[in-house]
């Protein structure tokens, strides 16, 4: 009874130090809005299957000397929502794009279709990259314009959760909602590490001898910091699923299924920083130590970085980091799935939180060894 | 002594104490070297030698027909042969976008001259390109000639081939900004923090100018930015980020604006933001957001109208012109007006924050 009671002393006195620390407020709740505000609005183009760019692209093309070339210019110039046609001699388009007058050049050689077109462009621009669909679609389009094909479309109705994605749950959702779960993700870790800096601290500042002194035990407080982190773990992401729906609409789906994987996402979050605090002991060390890990983690599961521009390579190799099994989950709540629904990622999570908190409890026990 | 030599020896100092503090050096060297990796990683290769799209097909007649059907799409798609249930449930399941059946009568569809195939797609509508690529395999057929799916030819404006290194330079230049401008605006509010100590007070009653104090704190945030920049560029460049491929003078333009423009902007931000915490707190955010909104990491050709005209506001788009500007356009010409704007942004910034940080000797 008497443990309880310390145990829940402890964690509303790391609860508090934080919600009374004004900067990790801002840091954390403010700093996450304005990111998903930023990329909601900026990079909403590149997750919109009916992207159209703001302006018409400038793009200066080889003037036609054949049907093909004449043809593909036709059926470029007929999108007016994204390109602009500027028919031009080889030369002149290289020279227009190398002076910035227009964002890329066509070379349509006289062999088209047969032979590739060249595209001059920016390296790493979207201009590029629509051209391309638009081209080739063409090109392959001349080279079968006469054909008999009999080609039938049938659509699969999908199973499951309402999404067109299955594996790849990230497809289908919009820039806010996919970055109001990835960036939540990102910073759930950094709050619940707050509670074992604070806890890292109280050894460095003396604060914690005197507790053991008035009689609470090692492992109540080893967890009573490992529970507070994933009670500011539940109450960050809480928070953050309220603001993001209030201010950017975004649907966290199925709230039994969101409480139940928020908690084992809280857990496991709370899991890794404790074994973290488990081998390092310095308090500044151990921030630096989770700021980069947990930076590390974000970009690789696609936190940070859209999974649909991560390399597959890396989408496969990381799929089993907690932060991706998270990420996955509420991704798939989002597109209508059920509590049920998530056994794979809550299995995930739980035994990566066991595995974790069980491995820092016994690091910590041995480095403990010979304390009064 | 004199005055030269006393703003010499404070910035040197600043130096010297930034270089023995594990933690500083954590954050300005170690943490952005492991997040360029990271970053050259993900963005590696991304030109280089394109996959071809993946296709399910479902082969129900079995004729020699639907074998040389599925060798004429094997040149255009990365073929994988599978049981009609299968290819329903991975549509089902979301898994994949696309599967096409070959039906029983297929091979007698191509003998009479009108080949009939069917295809099966998700809820997203069948990619044009893809449907096109078919109908071209199946063409093929017909006239016996096999289908030629070869790619566009990419090149920058300068007419070399895209391989994705630019693209691998311009991620990692946009990491290394946003860590240059974190260290140089937490190095502004060391001034702060010193006379938050008394140990600025106790410079100044042993008889150096507060003016000294001020332009050394500003040389030691040049210098820091400079040094930084330059041993992030020498690592990254070591661990195989290709920065010379344009040549020396590109890159140093760039690099120089930039550190420049950042350390302008963070004594400007240090002579108006006197607590040290308010300060560390916008080095926590606002490099990152000036780096996405100023196109460092997306492309801005994506984004809304008003926020490209808000990137030209932003001294990253700048400093990501520059880049661009020296390595695949008009070399220093194109990179002319970018770096003006830099170094202009930079004056302004030093001179606005010199007046604060005067101000604040006064109260």
């Not at chain 2, 001034?191 to 030691?220: D, F, N, P, T």
């Not at chain 2, 808000?310 to 700048?318: E, I, Q």
């Amino acid at each position: 009874m008497q443990a309880a009671r310390q145990l829940i002393t402890i964690i509303s006195g790391l609860l508090m130090r934080l919600v009374r620390d004004g900067s990790a407020i801002v840091w954390l709740i403010m700093l996450p809005l304005l990111i998903i505000f930023v990329l909601g609005v900026t990079v909403q183009g590149l997750f919109s299957p009916d992207f159209t760019p703001a302006r018409p692209f400038r793009v200066a093309i080889t003037e036609a000397s054949s049907d093909a070339q004449q043809h593909l210019i036709r059926a470029l110039g007929s999108q007016e929502d994204f390109f602009e046609i500027i028919p031009v001699s080889d030369l002149d388009a290289r020279r227009m794009v190398l002076d910035r007058e227009v964002d890329a050049a066509v070379l349509v050689p006289n062999g088209y279709p047969e032979e590739a077109p060249v595209v001059v462009s920016e390296p790493g621009q979207a201009v590029g990259s629509i051209l391309e669909e638009f081209i080739q679609t063409e090109r392959w389009s001349i080279a079968a314009v006469d054909s008999a094909v009999e080609l039938a479309r049938m659509e699969v109705a999908s199973e499951g959760p309402n999404t067109d994605a299955g594996d790849s749950p990230w497809l289908g959702l919009s820039a806010f909602e996919y970055y109001a779960v990835g960036l939540t993700v990102m910073f759930v870790m950094f709050a619940a590490h707050h509670a074992m800096v604070f806890t890292a601290g109280d050894r460095e500042s003396g604060a914690y001898a005197r507790v053991r002194a008035f009689g609470v035990k090692r492992e109540t407080y080893l967890l009573g910091g490992w529970a507070a982190a994933v009670a500011i773990g539940v109450a960050f992401i809480a928070v953050m699923a309220g603001l993001t729906r209030l201010l950017f609409g975004v649907a966290w789906g199925d709230w039994l299924g969101w409480l139940v994987l928020t908690a084992v996402t809280a857990a496991a979050m709370a899991s890794v920083s404790f074994l973290m605090s488990s081998v390092v002991a310095k308090s500044s060390t151990l921030e630096q130590l989770g700021s980069t890990v947990f930076m590390i983690m974000a970009m690789a599961s696609g936190s940070s970085i859209p999974l649909h521009v991560l390399p597959s390579w890396l989408k496969s190799a990381l799929a089993w980091l907690p932060s991706r099994v998270a990420l996955e989950g509420y991704f798939q709540l989002s597109h209508g799935a059920h509590s049920r629904n998530l056994a794979p990622e809550l299995a995930a999570l739980g035994t990566t939180s066991l595995i974790l908190f069980t491995l820092g409890w016994l690091i910590s026990s041995v480095r403990a060894r010979g304390e009064a | 002594m004199s005055a030269l030599r006393r703003i010499r020896a404070m910035a040197g100092w600043a130096l010297l104490r930034t270089a023995r503090s594990s933690g500083d050096l954590f954050w300005i060297l170690v943490l952005p070297v492991l997040v360029s990796f990271l970053v050259a990683n993900m963005l590696g290769g991304s030109g280089q030698g394109k996959s071809m799209p993946e296709l399910m097909v479902v082969n129900e007649d079995q004729t020699a027909y639907a074998s040389a059907m599925i060798e004429a799409l094997s040149t255009g798609f990365d073929v994988q042969v599978v049981e009609r249930t299968a290819a329903e449930a991975e549509l089902a399941r979301g898994n994949a976008l696309l599967a096409l059946v070959l039906p029983a009568a297929f091979g007698e569809s191509v003998e009479a001259g009108r080949p009939q195939i069917e295809l099966l797609h998700g809820r997203s509508a069948v990619k044009r390109e893809a449907e096109a690529r078919i109908r071209l395999a199946a063409q093929s057929l017909m006239t016996g000639d096999s289908p030629v799916f070869s790619d566009l030819i990419h090149e920058t404006p300068r007419g070399n081939g895209v391989n994705g290194e630019f693209e691998q330079v311009r991620g990692v230049f946009g990491v290394i900004l946003v860590f240059c401008l974190t260290a140089l605006l937490i190095r502004g509010a060391v001034i702060h923090s010193e006379r938050e100590k008394g140990s600025l007070q106790r410079i100044i009653s042993c008889g150096v100018s507060y003016w000294e104090v001020v332009v050394a704190h500003v040389m030691s945030i040049l210098l820091i930015g400079l040094l930084q920049a330059a041993i992030l560029l020498t690592v990254t460049g070591i661990l195989g980020i290709p920065w010379l491929i344009e040549g020396l003078w590109p890159l140093i333009w760039t690099v120089l604006g930039s550190v420049f423009c950042s350390a302008g902007i963070a004594v400007g931000l240090a002579g108006f933001v006197r607590k040290p915490s308010a300060l560390q707190m916008l080095a926590g955010g606002l490099p990152s957001l000036l780096a996405m909104l100023g196109g460092a990491f997306f492309p801005l050709d994506v984004a809304p109208a008003a926020v490209q005209q808000l990137a030209r506001m932003n001294p990253f788009y700048w400093s990501m012109e520059a880049l661009s500007g020296g390595m695949v356009y008009r070399g220093l010409a194109s990179q002319a007006v970018p770096l003006a704007l830099l170094f202009l942004v930079g004056v302004c910034g030093i001179v606005i924050g010199i007046q604060g940080l005067r101000r604040t000797e006064l109260t």
